[in-house]
């Protein structure tokens, strides 16, 4: 009987072969597994990029929401302080209304006798521009009733007129105008006024002059050696000659106790 030995080897090349296969598989499932965890990860930080993006633009609407929220509080604090300041100013308008209306109440007959004094002194003064003067206060009376004219125009109207016959006072005129004395006729003279210390008048031949007495309310003829001078102020009064000395009647101031 011939025995076949049975060798050990073949049974070890048959492992030997199995091996690599298992650790293929092995690898290639470790390998699937890495991918999709590789996948799951890149997956993942996707979502956390696409959460940091949100949540960096949320941070951005934020803060800008603060911003505009802020200005607007600022704006706010503004405006309430502009109304506040709008309605003190309007306390302070309507006060000052009401002490205007107190002042017009007051100031109405203020005017009415500053225009009734005016007219007055008017009267009892030298009768220079007499006519010019008398259509003046009677505009000035007239004035006063209008309804369309208001008290502030009035009232400077009225201050005008003071100051222009104080300006009489301070100034020296020479005119021409009707004369017509008492009874005689009416004829063109000249007439020289001294502010208001004197007014006289010359005949246009320079052959009369008389002087106004205001003690008496009447005119004066005056002797004739005033007649050179008097024409010689008239001269000086248009500007005509060169202003001097000049002896004219002239009215004593009254002593007043």
Do not use: C
Request: proline letters at 5%.
């Amino acid at each position: 009987m011939i025995r076949i030995p049975i060798s050990p080897f073949p049974a070890l090349l048959l492992t030997t072969a199995l091996v690599p296969a298992q650790a293929e598989e092995t690898l290639k499932q470790a390998l699937e597994q890495q991918l999709k965890a590789n996948q799951a990860t890149a997956t993942a930080q996707a979502a956390i990029d696409q959460l940091g993006e949100q949540t960096r633009k949320m941070l951005d609407e934020y803060r800008e929401a603060l911003r505009k929220t802020e200005a607007i509080t600022a704006y706010n604090a503004h405006l309430r302080r502009l109304v506040e300041s709008q309605e003190e100013e309007k306390r302070s308008l309507q006060k000052q209304l009401d002490g205007i209306e107190d002042i017009r109440r007051d100031l109405v007959p203020l005017m009415l006798r500053m225009v009734e004094a005016l007219d007055r002194f008017v009267q009892l003064d030298r009768p220079f521009l007499a006519g010019e003067r008398a259509r003046r206060m009677a505009e000035l009376k007239s004035l006063m009733d209008r309804a369309d004219v208001d008290d502030a125009e009035k009232f400077r109207r009225v201050l005008d007129a003071y100051q222009l016959e104080n300006q009489y006072g301070k100034t020296t005129e020479a005119y021409r105008a009707e004369f017509k004395p008492g009874a005689a006729p009416a004829r063109m003279v000249d007439f020289l006024r001294v502010g208001r210390v004197a007014l006289l008048y010359q005949s246009l031949d320079g052959g009369e002059t008389g002087v106004w007495d205001a003690r008496a309310q009447r005119w004066q003829v005056l002797p004739r050696e005033y007649n050179k001078p008097v024409g010689l102020a008239l001269a000086v009064a248009r500007k005509e000659s060169a202003p001097e000395f000049l002896p004219i009647a002239v009215e004593t101031p009254e002593a007043v106790r």
